[in-house]
């Protein structure tokens, strides 16, 4: 009788067994490395944080470099000044710059309103030298002043740069004396937060109208008092402005200004020589039409169809507004088309122009408008 062979088919087949198990290792570490690799890609996805803050610690390292490197071009060229009485006593305080230097004497700039008033001017240098300034030129409406010393003090000269190629946001330092020399070398930074402001300011007393417009950057870097004249200096190192005219007002914070070098430079040759800068003039004394109080003291009627504009008190016999048919009474509304509705903006719009220019002027005469053209002459 043939043996009949029973087989457990639950019994495991030694073989197939062996088999399986390398397979599903095989899948194991398949299934594994897939998902690893998902999970890394999700979290690079889902973590942008991790590149950003890398990338963002590479561009304050770069910042900070660049900062030093812009001080240190600067620095050494700024100086405090000190304004004195006839008896040493310290009437102010500002800051300046050296911007040039020959082989005899090296040239500040600072602001008019810093060295006015007092008899002496001294500098306190980086090193806290004491030097002698001598005051060469100022001018009141742009508000700059030059100063020379002996050379052989001269530390470092500042670069001059353009505030027309940067932008609004870009990093600026200033570096001033803003408690006096206790405190000179004084660096603070901002950024530029804006260009070309109008800022109106005034020297004015009563009806006097010496009140102008300046056209200035803005920065939130922070100035006080004893910056005024102190350079504000982009990350080139480069100076692009002349620290000036803070807006005081409680309700506004970080807020300072600075004359754009361009328009400092512009007039640097003539303080130099002690000149006074020739302006062109219309040969008129005018007053404001925003004024209540002016326009009842003169008995001025304004007609109903003119809302703003200048009231000429006075043209002057034989210059331009003169001669180009103009008369007391009649009321300027533009200049070449742009509005001026203050005696501010009428200087402004005039001083963009030079002696021998014609400009258009547009006024009111009892009540009509009229066009006339006025060639500008300079103030005899």
Partial sequence: MDKIELVDSNKPNKKNNKFSKNVKFILIIIIAFALGVGLMYWYSVTNPKIITKNRTVSETKVTEEAMEDAIDKVYDS???????????????????????????????????????????????????????????????YTDLAVLRMDVKDVLQVASIGSSSNIEIGNTVFTVGSPMGATYAGTVTKGILSGKDRLIETSTSNGLSNDSYIVKVLQTD??????????????????????????????????????????????????????????????????????????????????????????????????????????????????????????SAEFKYELYKYSIG????????????????????????
């Fill in 221 to 342: 870097a922070a100035i006080s008092p004893g910056n005024s004249g102190g350079p504000l200096v982009d990350l080139a190192g480069d100076v692009i402005g002349i620290t000036s005219l803070k807006l005081v007002d409680e309700e506004v914070e970080g807020m300072g200004f600075a004359i754009p070098i361009e328009d400092a430079m512009n007039y640097v040759d003539y303080l130099e020589q002690g000149q006074s800068i020739q302006r062109p003039v219309m040969g008129v004394s005018v007053i404001d039409l925003t004024n209540p109080y002016v326009l009842y003291r003169y008995n001025i009627n304004v007609p109903d169809n003119v809302d703003s504009g200048i009231y000429l008190v006075e043209v002057n016999s034989g210059y331009p507004a003169s001669e180009a048919g103009l008369r007391a009474g009649d009321i300027v509304t533009a200049i070449n088309g742009e509005k001026v509705t203050t």
């Fill in 357 to 380: 220019d014609s400009v258009e002027v547009t006024y009111y005469r009892d009540g009509k408008e009229a066009k006339t053209r006025v060639k500008l002459d300079k103030a005899s």
């Fill in 78 to 140: 700024v100086l405090c000044i000190e304004v004195m009485s006839g008896d040493g006593t310290v009437l102010s305080t500002g800051t300046g710059f050296v911007y040039d230097k020959d082989d005899k004497y090296g040239y500040v700039l600072t602001n008019a309103h810093v060295v006015s008033g007092g008899s002496n001017i001294e500098g306190v240098l980086s090193n806290n030298n004491m030097v002698e300034l001598t005051l060469l030129g100022s001018d009141t």
